[in-house]
């Protein structure tokens, strides 16, 4: 009786290793053609390698005034901040690629509503004394109609350097008041 037992049972596990060879080779195959498509030409880049991000002195706030009442905390429309900072690094063959994020928050001030703020956010990457990438960007929040506050998070891509810049490179990104253009 156990040969007739053991029989299906043989026939059944050689069906199995069959069809996981065959559903192997068939990965394979998948996996190489997917490996052949993928572009090789990026990598990222170890954390200690991208650069950090500062926040400069005086750069991580902004406020925002009613007509004639500059630096006169009973006159702020709004006041934005920037605390938390993350990037990523990607490299290729010449270039460094990073993305930069921030959070912050906005906040309405005594003569301030719910509504839209355009902020200027500078976000730029030296070695040194010399600018890399220098890009000030019309970044735009909104706190929603009924609320005094809201947070923001600021993304900025392809922030690109020289691919042998990483070493002594600086990230900085904070609120500027400068005229809006690249460099």
């Known amino acids: 009786m156990s040969a007739y037992v053991s029989r299906p049972i043989v026939f059944a596990a050689a069906l199995t290793?069959?069809?996981?060879?065959?559903?192997?080779?068939?990965?394979?195959?998948?996996?190489?053609?997917?490996?052949a498509a993928a572009p090789t030409d990026t990598m990222p880049v170890v954390e200690g390698t991208c650069?950090?991000?500062f926040l400069r002195d005086g750069t991580s706030s902004y406020r925002t005034y009613a007509k004639g009442g500059k630096d006169d905390p009973a006159k702020v429309i709004y006041q934005a901040s920037l605390a938390?900072?993350?990037?990523?690094?990607?490299?290729?063959?010449?270039?460094m690629n990073i993305t930069v994020v921030a959070q912050g928050r906005l906040v309405t001030g005594p003569v301030g509503s719910a509504?839209?703020?355009?902020?200027?956010?500078?976000?730029?990457?030296?070695?040194?004394?010399?600018?890399?990438?220098?890009?000030?960007?019309?970044?735009e929040a909104a706190i929603p109609a009924g609320?005094?506050?809201?947070?923001?998070v600021f993304r900025k891509d392809n922030?690109?350097?020289?691919?042998?810049?990483?070493?002594?490179a600086k990230i900085y990104i904070?609120?500027?008041e400068g005229p809006y253009n690249t460099k």
């Open 159 to 168: 922030v690109s350097i020289p691919g042998g810049a990483g070493k002594l």
């Open 17 to 35: 290793l069959l069809a996981g060879c065959n559903t192997q080779k068939t990965l394979e195959t998948t996996d190489n053609k997917s490996a």
């Open 147 to 152: 609320g005094s506050s809201a947070q923001f």
């Open 51 to 53: 650069p950090q991000i």
């Open 174 to 176: 904070g609120f500027d």
């Open 115 to 139: 509504g839209n703020l355009v902020m200027p956010i500078r976000v730029a990457v030296t070695d040194g004394q010399t600018t890399l990438y220098s890009e000030l960007v019309k970044f």
């Open 84 to 95: 938390e900072t993350s990037r990523s690094c990607t490299m290729n063959a010449s270039a």
